[in-house]
T-cell receptor
Framework: GNSVTQMEGPVTLSEEAFLTINCTYT??????LFWYVQYPGEGLQLLLK?????DKGSNKGFEATYRKETTSFHLEKGSVQVSDSAVYFC??????????FGQGTRLTINP | DTAVSQTPKYLVTQMGNDKSIKCEQN?????MYWYKQDSKKFLKIMFS???????INETVPNRFSPKSPDKAHLNLHINSLELGDSAVYFC?????????????FGQGTRLTVV
C-alpha cells in the first residue's frame, strides 16, 4: 500500500536558516504529493502540491520537487522566519479521497 | 467565511459517555471526511462520505458512527467513550471529481476523555 515517511522531528533552527524537511514515499501508480502545515491551535492548511514527476510546488517561499527516481518530495525554504514554526505533514494521494499522511515534523524557529 | 467549520473546538467528557462533533462546509464540495490525529500527531482517515453516502470506512470501532444529513454536513457520533478515543478529530472536504483535488480541513476538535 501507499505510505509516507518524514524525517523525525522536532527540528529547531534559528531565524534565516535554511530548512529541509525530508519526505519519501512508496506508492502504486502516480499519486499527487502534498505538503500541509498545521500552525499552533489550527487545522491543516495546504502549503503546496505537485501532481506529476518533476513538478515543483511552491508557496510562501517553500518549495518541493516531485522526484520519481528517488521517490522523494523534500520541503525546502531558503530563509525561515519565526512565523514558520508549525507542524509540517507530507502526504500523497491520487485525489483527496484517501490522503495518506506522514507522521508530521514539528519545526521551531528561534529569533 | 469559514470554509470547513467544526464544533465544538474542545470537548472534555467522562468515559462511557456519548458525544457528537459537528462539521459543516460551505465550499459546495461533494465529499467530506473525518480524520483522527493521535497524541503523536499521526493523522489517519476514519470515514469518507460522498453525496451523503459512505465510501470509506477504515478500521474504526463501530462505536463511531458518522451521519450526513446533507452533503454540506458530516457529524461524528461516538458512543461509550474510552480513554483511547482522546485525540484531535479533523473534518475535511474536497470536490469529488477530478484528479489531484485537495482537501480542506477544519480547525479540529480536541477530545479529552477522562
Amino acid at each position: 500500500g501507499n505510505s509516507v515517511t518524514q524525517m523525525e522531528g522536532p527540528v529547531t533552527l534559528s531565524e534565516e536558516a535554511f530548512l529541509t524537511i525530508n519526505c519519501t514515499y512508496t506508492a502504486t501508480g502516480y499519486p499527487s504529493l502534498f505538503w500541509y502545515v498545521q500552525y499552533p491551535g489550527e487545522g491543516l492548511q495546504l502549503l503546496l502540491k505537485a501532481t506529476k514527476a518533476d513538478d515543483k510546488g511552491s508557496n510562501k517561499g517553500f518549495e518541493a520537487t516531485y522526484r520519481k527516481e528517488t521517490t522523494s518530495f523534500h520541503l525546502e525554504k531558503g530563509s525561515v522566519q519565526v512565523s514558520d514554526s508549525a507542524v509540517y505533514f507530507c502526504a500523497l494521494g491520487r485525489n483527496a479521497q484517501k490522503l495518506v499522511f506522514g507522521q508530521g515534523t514539528r519545526l521551531t524557529i528561534n529569533p | 467565511d469559514t470554509a470547513v467549520s467544526q464544533t465544538p473546538k474542545y470537548l472534555v467528557t467522562q468515559m462511557g459517555n456519548d458525544k457528537s462533533i459537528k462539521c459543516e462546509q460551505n465550499l459546495g464540495h461533494d465529499t467530506m471526511y473525518w480524520y483522527k490525529q493521535d497524541s503523536k500527531k499521526f493523522l489517519k482517515i476514519m470515514f469518507s462520505y460522498n453525496n451523503k453516502e459512505l465510501i470509506i470506512n477504515e478500521t474504526v470501532p463501530n462505536r463511531f458512527s458518522p451521519k450526513s444529513p446533507d452533503k454540506a454536513h458530516l457529524n461524528l457520533h461516538i458512543n461509550s467513550l474510552e480513554l483511547g478515543d482522546s485525540a484531535v478529530y479533523f473534518c475535511a472536504s474536497s470536490p469529488s471529481r477530478g484528479q489531484n483535488t485537495e482537501a480542506f480541513f477544519g480547525q479540529g476538535t480536541r477530545l479529552t476523555v477522562v
